[in-house]
């Protein structure tokens, strides 16, 4: 019994339907292709496609209500209603934890990854580059946003001086 080609309705034979196999090459190097083609290009278009969509409505609903508020002639509320729809500052401390947090996690994250790159390397494994990458790649981003956060509560200490 011949076994049945995923691509096509035709059985295979050996040495038969050259074009069948050419086809079956071209579609599994197609699929090859299109999953790192559909992450790297597809996923971060449609993410940034969803935001903005997001913020158009909010936008939208935002105008829509002030619209009323403007027809019934209540300039009072228009004023309530415009500081209840801008967003709220963030304050520079604030700011400041959230950048040590960052550096925290993305340090404390990358050191697990460096060392099971250390300990594979030493056994021959040939997956450690891989752990040596992400290793360096998250507590490099680390220091940064730790040391933009130490600059930065430094400058804000001589400011209040």
Known sequence: ???????????RHKGKHK????MESFFNELATALIPVSI?????????WLVMRAKINRDNKNAEVLMKAVENNSVQDVDKI?????????????????RLLRGCAFF?????????GCLQNSDGWTEAP?????????????????????????LSKSDKD
Do not use: T
């Open 108 to 116: 404390f994250v990358g050191i697990p990854f460096i060392i099971i």
């Open 82 to 98: 415009l500081d209840g729809l801008r967003k709220p500052a963030v304050s520079a401390r604030e700011v400041m934890l959230q």
């Open 19 to 22: 074009k069948l196999k050419a």
């Open 40 to 48: 790297v290009v597809v996923l971060p278009v449609m993410i940034v």
């Open 130 to 154: 891989i752990y040596w990458c992400r290793g360096s790649g998250c507590p490099g981003v680390g220091v940064a946003y730790l040391i933009v956060h130490f600059v930065s509560r430094n």
């Open 1 to 11: 019994m011949h076994d049945m080609s995923p691509f096509a309705i035709y059985p």
